[in-house]
């Protein structure tokens, strides 16, 4: 470099504009993180989802679905609540290995296409969707349409007496259990490496 | 402080000479001095900001020949922009984004009982559309005249990305009545970006602020809709608008080059 000195690497110019710009830098990253966490923040925080109460044994049956209204986002009012599909569980029909928390069978109403709400055709013994044609079973397994897994279902359990409806789990075709994904996420085989489970959703409360 | 000479003056806006027998050197009337209040005012601020000579330059730039009515488009676009952020800055005015009912109720407020409110709610809904329209108009020009061709890339490429923010602002815009289609053909719009592998769980989770669509939600659109991504779009606008200016505007491609001729050499005869 011309005028340096035998050895010297850095001037004392750019070394004073290196130092000034590391600086400048530091002091917008202070206001820039802050902010950047705050929007990414909700992917790593979890939802408390309390058991709800939607009836007492009595309520329901295992020949055809009653809907219930639960809420899954509180503080907003009608907006934070959605339509569980609620039977009870029928074990020639249920195939999938029976524990505490599938007494009764709680379907979610959200197809598994994109997300629009189906409704139950009693007589059909179908749920319908509106949106792009999707059909489901009695058992909420995809017959027809775009759909590519089976309804998602909610945890259940009865304590003293009261039947209790917990947080979401999403189900592949051989309903086997997975944490709650959104419509439109296969879990076949690759999809559930595709697909990951998200950090935010909640998990079984302990109670 | 000495001014600077200012640049030539299209011919249309030159003033006009003074009759014969006039004397211009004359005393100033108050009549002439009310006419030219105006000017004065400007060149009072010209005189500090030195900014007339860029304006100029932005407005009477050359076109060329073969020059027609496609090549509006563009302005339109810009127009109905315009049009979205000024409609857009007075229904902010009214409007809550509060998910548990006052967002519909103050949509609602809007249209049912403040005065014009209707009017200036269908001028941005519809303003939406008119956008998207001519700015597809705007880019099918471009491409089918090769406007887009060195070196005009850059251009292009703004071009691009303001689409892209155009088409993101409609997505955001589309939740904030939260009435049911509102709700629900957001839900689907987000559902649809969860669907692409390995980040898709984790890029809706993004937009929805969480694993469920909350209040949350809808101020995160909000913000998005009103401050981030209207910024990005002027600060493109500009960009876009200063290379418009410093490269010039094409001919349309029926237009051939005018080739000059050389002159005709003639052989000496020996």
């Given at each position: 470099m011309p005028g340096s000195f035998e050895g010297e690497t850095v001037t004392r110019r750019r070394f004073m504009t290196g130092v000034t710009h590391g600086a400048g830098g530091v002091a917008a990253m202070a206001f820039t993180l802050p902010a950047l966490a705050f929007a990414v923040g909700p992917l790593f925080s979890r939802v408390p989802f309390n058991w709800q109460t939607v009836g007492t044994t009595a309520d329901f049956t295992d020949l055809t679905y009653v809907t219930k209204v639960i809420t899954v986002v509180q503080g907003i009012g009608n907006a934070g609540n959605t339509i569980a599909f609620m039977r009870k569980r029928n074990p020639s029909i249920d195939t999938e290995p029976e524990d505490q928390y599938n007494h009764y069978i709680a379907l979610s109403?959200?197809?598994?296409?994109?997300g629009c709400p189906v409704r139950y055709v009693a007589a059909a013994e179908r749920f319908i969707c509106p949106c792009h044609g999707g059909v489901y079973d009695f058992r909420g397994m995809?017959?027809?349409?775009?759909?590519?897994?089976?309804l998602d279902r909610f945890y259940t359990r009865v304590h003293q007496g009261l039947v209790q409806v917990g947080p979401r789990y999403s189900v592949n075709f051989e309903l086997h259990r997975f944490s709650p994904r959104d419509p439109g996420q296969p879990l076949n085989g690759i999809g559930q490496y595709l697909y990951p489970k998200r950090f935010d959703t909640s998990i079984l409360p302990k109670n | 402080m000495p001014k600077l000479p200012a640049p030539p003056l299209p011919k249309a806006l030159l003033p006009p000479p003074k009759r014969?027998?006039?004397?211009?050197?004359g005393p100033v009337s108050p009549v002439e001095v009310g006419a030219e209040a105006g000017i004065t005012v400007v060149d009072w601020v010209d005189e500090r900001m030195q900014i007339s000579g860029g304006i100029r330059w932005l407005l009477f730039r050359k076109v060329p020949k073969g020059i027609n009515w496609f090549y509006t488009l563009g302005s339109a676009t810009m127009f109905a922009f315009l049009n979205q952020a000024v409609t857009g800055v007075f229904l902010a005015m009214y409007y809550r984004p509060d998910a548990s009912g006052g967002a519909y109720e103050s949509i609602r407020y809007i249209t049912d009982d403040a005065f014009l409110g209707q009017t200036v709610r269908a001028m941005h809904k519809w303003g939406a559309s008119v956008m998207i329209i001519l700015i597809f108009l705007h880019m099918a020009r471009t491409f089918f005249f090769g406007a887009y061709k060195y070196p005009r890339e850059l251009t292009w490429i703004i071009g691009v990305v303001l689409l892209i923010l155009t088409l993101a602002m409609g997505f955001t815009g589309?939740?904030?009545?939260?009435d049911q289609q509102s709700y629900w053909a957001s839900i689907v719009g987000i559902n649809i970006n969860g669907t692409?592998?390995?980040?898709g769980p984790y890029l809706s989770d993004f937009l929805r602020a969480g694993p469920e669509f909350g209040a949350t939600t809808l101020s995160r659109f909000y913000a998005i809709h009103m401050l981030l991504i209207p910024g990005l779009i002027v600060a493109l606008i500009g960009a876009h608008l200063y290379l418009i200016t410093k490269l010039g505007i094409t001919a349309p491609p029926w237009i051939k080059a005018v080739e000059e001729e050389a002159p005709e050499m003639h052989e000496t005869r020996v």
């Open positions: 109403s959200r197809c598994m296409h994109l995809v017959v027809s349409g775009p759909p590519v897994r089976p | 014969p027998g006039q004397n211009g050197n589309y939740l904030l009545p939260f692409g592998p390995f980040v």
